[in-house]
């Protein structure tokens, strides 16, 4: 460790002296993570590793619902972000406050407690790796940030958790009255997505399994309702898997609020306005702030120091198809995770080329299946195109040579679709549709203007690291020599399939190729499938073992 | 549940009115939990039992240090008091505030929390059991309260845990002084007794086992010190464990400050004070205050509630034999565990026809032997005689037909030498030791003076809980009829040993009739007890699961 005082009042850990470059990651959620274990030990030998994270564990995000029920132990789903850098690098837990594209360095701060100062210091980098993150999206909505419970971390987990053992313990006082029970007892959970249907799933299986054992005098008062803006859950899904959740919870008597926003909270009830615009006030003990998230601070902030123009996206940091932030010299600066946003290479200026390329029959119109095609080549060169092309191939059946591929191709459109807007393709799925070139550029412009907004998650997030570390193993990456793109492929997501547990033990996947699956044996996989998808060999068993333990001797519910 | 609001503007839990006697039982720890798992289901068609406590979970307080480290989990230690209670009575989750002997009622609340008002609510009792324990004792030390970490509680070991894993990082950061780390990773226990003892050996497996290999560079930076009043540390135990523990401390490189008071602690730093006067400045990380028990304010307040001269004593509500409260109506209001202290029987009383049945040969003296044998017999009437007699035939060898039993019975004493002053004896113990009328009065006023002071454990808490669930089981208790105490036998403390881990896999016992044993079969031996003596079988397997998990896996040092 070299140590000076170059950077001035500020502590500072000088570049290395042996020649390394330095590698900081900023961040030690699924995208830093995944880059980390990906990165193999070797790559060591040519860069310095320091990863600079507020939070020295990594939590396995998709068991929050489950830990805040108490079916898994919180313990059972962090790892300590040192135990999987072992000797890759060394870590520091602080959180960065700024980034300084120029000097190339950022300065990160360990927060005053218990009478110790505030600790900063500064870190001059080579190439940065921004994996930071999102923050929560209260939409300004009033008394979100003061009386709901976010959903994006283990403390809130904890919290809810928490809470509600809380909310039965003031509702089996003596002095609690029947109206205050039914409010105590009502929990409020915004957001019919994954995270929101997994939560009321297990706080439904909690109070099931558990706390109506415990408090069996005033169990029937629970009511637990989600609060959803459109007019199912789990929208990103199947529609089937929308509407066997929407069974299950109807059958486990889980309200669905849908059509509704929240327009205000306040300490003890929230209320909605559905598309009618009437207001309905849900009184509560516990509301779970579970949707949207927002720009991270630190990503505005260096937004407005990269050069004027280079970045302006509302919500993330925008890099290229290689993750590269744009406006910051080759090289140098990563952005990756919910963090960022990739955008897409222009196909619209290679527009009347590919369409004289697709234009077999040379009638100056492209058919359906002419479209398709073009699509699919052209995806060589414009991996966003891949998606379009299979969605195409899957109306037009093109590839239908059998009633199962058939099939396997409609799946795998479905379980992409969240990135496809149906409605632009509805006038070319005819059989005998087509579209002239001027409709084609119209086209491509559609698909190419905005951004590829892959969904934040830690699917995305995580085949992002895993990439970013094979391209460093690839090539030598320095700001002194441009990447070599001939040799190095863009980034491709690869949508592997979404899973959500809906309860009773009972699960929803939506698989590619397979397609949709739901119920009992669906929720054995998902159990099997998020132990074995830990972080490591260590919290495969304490999940797995914690699972065992609160089937045979049900979830504690001590208010530790 | 009859409800009503005859007691004005607090809500009220009248009596029950199915003739049944309400039982309400303060704290939710080793003596109300102990009296809860020995009540019969059946005494329940007798008896309304409530338990009223601001916790509700009971805490297996021997393995807090273990859990500071993330040796077991705190979820382990711990078990719902619902899920203890099960039909044999009801539980409030509120903190009783106020005790009204006079009109027999406790006013109890639920503290203020996330905008919901303050709960509160009175409940009439027919028989008060009062098991609320102490609270810390800071002995008006500057800076204690604020700036040390008590160890009473879940959230004390949690706190520590934390306050552990906070410290290390602070010192990895690159901004960190060479005497900042020295002083962020000194850790300060102050008290030497098992809690102190256990605590230390628990973080020093911690770093040994697992710190030093995620911070490799600054774990010969770490300093652990026990601050001790006396010369030696386990004063109660077995001198021989206090030196064996001094020796597995020392070669762990664990510092004991004997002879040493704190004067005053400070954010960063304790002062101490050693014998001879002179001051020394320990700077920490963090310091454990793993000393001193005071009255819970609530017992000083019914003291005062209580008739005047009833209640006396600085630190416990003062009970008879039977453990009912001095002051109260006969049958309505029992005392246990650390907020109690039993006053014994005077057998002063009785010197003189103790003394001419003890004086055989009609000499006018009692010899060595004469003295125990009126002891043992009058142990009978005095329990408290008991393990005075015991001592003295140790001592004459009265009981000497064998060397084993001879052993024995010297282990014996030494087991309980806690509560016998040598001191005393040292004039009786020579072979033609003998006394004579007035010296057997002052031998009985001095044992009589003062309290029984049975130590603040667990186990004398645990007896004392089953004792009285055996006399509810006896006999009817009722204020209208006084305790039948011809049929009844009193409290009597079965000393069974006592424990403590000291590192590295070894820990000492100091078991009566055995002796002394130390090292790592007792390690083993300890283990498996502390595994056993779980209050359920959940807790059992889970505390036994998580040995094996930290043993294999290692702990996590997640500042989570």
């Not at 042996?18 to 830093?32: M, T």
């Not at 058919?367 to 966003?384: G, M, N, Q, V």
């Not at 996947?509 to 699956?517: A, K, Q, R, S, Y």
């Amino acid at each position: 460790m070299q140590e000076s005082t170059e950077g001035g009042s500020l502590n500072y850990l000088s570049r290395p002296s042996n020649g390394k470059q330095r590698v900081v990651v900023l961040g030690s959620g699924w995208a830093a993570m995944s880059f980390i274990k990906s990165w193999s030990e070797s790559l060591s030998d040519k860069y310095e590793l320091v990863l600079v994270s507020p939070r020295n564990y990594f939590v396995y995000t998709p068991l929050l619902p489950a830990m805040c029920a108490g079916t898994v132990e919180e313990r059972s789903i962090v790892e300590p972000v040192r135990s999987v850098l072992k000797n890759k690098g060394r870590f520091f837990e602080a959180k960065c406050n700024e980034i300084l594209p120029e000097e190339k360095a950022i300065v990160a701060c360990f927060p005053e407690d218990a009478g110790f100062p505030e600790a900063c210091f500064k870190l001059p980098y080579d190439i940065l790796i921004l994996s930071v993150g999102c923050v929560n999206n209260t939409f300004g909505i009033k008394g979100v940030e003061e009386h709901t419970t976010f959903f994006k971390t283990v403390e809130d987990a904890s919290r809810l958790r928490l809470r509600v053992s809380e909310c039965f313990e003031r509702a089996a006082l003596p002095a609690t009255s029947s109206e205050e029970i039914e409010k105590l007892l009502s929990f409020v959970i915004v957001g019919g997505g994954p995270t929101g249907v997994e939560v009321a799933a297990e706080l439904y299986d909690l109070i099931e399994s558990d706390l109506s054992k415990l408090y069996p005098d005033i169990v029937k008062h629970v009511k637990i309702r989600v609060v959803e803006l459109m007019d199912h859950v789990l929208s990103t899904y199947d529609r089937a898997i929308s509407n066997y959740t929407a069974e299950i919870f109807k059958r486990n008597g889980i309200d669905l609020v849908l059509n509704s926003r929240v327009q205000s909270v306040s300490y003890d009830r929230v209320t909605t306005v559905d598309k009618d615009g009437s207001e309905t006030e849900i009184p509560f003990g516990a509301c779970v702030w579970a949707t949207g998230i927002a720009m991270n601070p630190l990503v505005k902030d260096l937004q407005a120091a990269l050069p004027e123009g280079a970045q302006t996206h509302f919500r993330s940091i925008v890099t290229d198809e290689y993750l590269r932030v744009h406006g910051a010299p080759d090289g140098t600066m990563f952005a990756l995770g919910d963090a960022a946003t990739i955008e897409q290479q222009k196909a619209l200026d290679k527009a009347d080329e590919l369409f004289e390329k697709a234009d077999i029959d040379n009638n100056g119109r492209l058919s359906r299946r002419e479209l398709a095609t073009i699509l699919r080549e052209a995806s060589k060169d414009f991996p966003h195109l891949a998606e379009h092309a299979r969605f195409l191939e899957s109306k037009t059946g093109a590839l239908r040579f059998g009633g199962i591929v058939a099939k396997a191709f409609a799946n795998a459109n479905k379980s992409t679709s969240q990135t496809i807007d149906e409605e632009l393709y509805s006038k070319y799925v005819n059989d005998d549709a087509s579209l002239d070139r001027e409709e084609f550029q119209e086209l491509l412009q559609t698909i190419d203007s905005g951004l590829r907004a892959l969904p934040a998650t830690a699917q995305v997030a995580k085949q992002e690291g895993e990439y970013l570390a094979k391209l460093f193993a690839s090539q030598d990456i320095s700001s002194s020599k441009p990447l070599d793109l001939k040799s190095t492929a863009p980034f491709e997501y690869v949508h592997k399939g979404s899973l959500a547990y809906v309860g009773s033990d009972r699960a929803v996947m939506d698989v590619p190729v397979i397609g949709p699956i739901m119920g009992y044996f669906a929720g054995l996989a998902w159990r099997g499938f998020e132990t074995f998808s830990q972080i490591s060999f260590r919290n495969q068993v304490l999940v797995a073992t914690d699972w065992a333990r609160s089937k045979i001797f049900g979830r504690d519910t001590s208010r530790v």
